[in-house]
């Protein structure tokens, strides 16, 4: 349920505008792309559009005040936390962005008022522990095949066929739970790097068996396949910590910061702050149109 002003004839210097306020029910069942590149560690932005196809000249809408000398609006939106019922899924913020658009993708140069309410989630990531963790001790647990004396070549690629074969069950579990995907997730790439670094363990036993190679070759490969173990970890660190952050980037992201590099019919400003600009249109004397828009978020904590 939302509650809006739609005014008429906009024009805050003439005494004879009137406001019309409309309380409208919409029922609906709203479909979102999500961006699964930075899965688990994923935030969703996701948004509703009201458009109203009258155009400005008759129609705008405006958040709901009481009296002439209010500065701020009142809440408007109501967002009931208790509908969300996805355990994986945390509520964040809101945030709710009236505009207009420019006019450039309307045959008639027409421009219409715009209501545009996002709502950030974060995925409660630290359910798939059980697959970080997991796959780094078996990763780790392949190191052991050197403990295993050089001679017993069968026994030291069945132990590292079990894990690949583990590593394999594990990475099927992680698609069972996403869409088919043209693209890699992290999740995806941690149990491709696991996957490799144990074929390589096993490609490096079958290496030592060769005649010339002793106890001494072996322990260096021990050491040389340790310090690619932690390289490869220290990377996986390295891009979870970087995804984590621009994901949280998002929470506070408006509609021109998400979609920067596509042409946007508005410009989004900060918090009750009125920012105006010109989008190249202009009055019947030759005037420049300048516009403006607020944006009005819900409080939270990072």
Not at 17 to 23: G, I, N, S
Not at 137 to 157: C, K, M, P, Q, W
Not at 211 to 219: I, L, R, T
Request: proline letters at 3%; glycine letters at 4%; a neutral charge.
């Amino acid at each position: 349920m939302g509650r809006f002003w739609i005014k008429k004839k906009y024009n805050v210097n003439r005494p004879d505008d009137y406001y019309v306020r409309v309380q409208v029910k919409i029922a609906s069942t709203c479909v979102e792309k999500f961006e699964l590149e930075n899965f688990p560690f994923d935030e969703q932005d996701l948004s509703i559009h009201f458009h109203e196809v009258s155009g400005i000249s008759k129609w705008r809408f405006a958040p709901e005040t009481r009296g002439k000398e209010s500065t701020r609006a009142l809440p408007w939106i109501n967002i009931i936390k208790r509908h969300f019922v996805a355990p994986e899924w945390k509520f964040v913020s809101a945030i709710a962005e009236i505009s207009e658009t420019s006019g450039q993708n309307s045959k008639s140069g027409k421009k219409y008022s715009t209501v545009i309410v996002r709502l950030k989630m974060l995925r409660e990531w630290k359910s798939y522990k059980n697959i970080f963790w997991p796959m780094m001790i078996l990763t780790a647990l392949s190191l052991f095949v050197f403990a295993i004396d050089i001679d017993n070549i069968a026994d030291r690629l069945a132990y590292t066929v079990t894990l690949l074969l583990t590593v394999v069950a594990f990475g099927n579990s992680v698609q069972d739970q996403l869409p088919d995907l043209p693209i890699l997730t992290i999740l995806d790439k941690f149990v491709m790097f696991s996957f490799g670094f144990i074929s390589c363990v096993m490609g490096g036993t079958v290496l030592l068996t060769f005649e010339g190679y002793s106890d001494a070759h072996d322990e260096i490969a021990l050491l040389i396949f340790v310090i690619i173990w932690m390289l490869i970890h220290g990377y996986m660190y390295y891009i979870v910590h970087n995804a984590r952050t621009n994901e949280r980037k998002k929470v506070d992201q408006t509609s021109l910061e998400l979609n920067e590099k596509e042409m946007m019919d508005f410009l989004i400003s900060c918090d009750f702050k009125i920012i105006e600009w010109e989008d190249g249109s202009k009055d019947k004397n030759g005037v420049p149109i300048t516009n403006a828009i607020h944006v009005y978020r819900q409080d939270h904590k990072k």
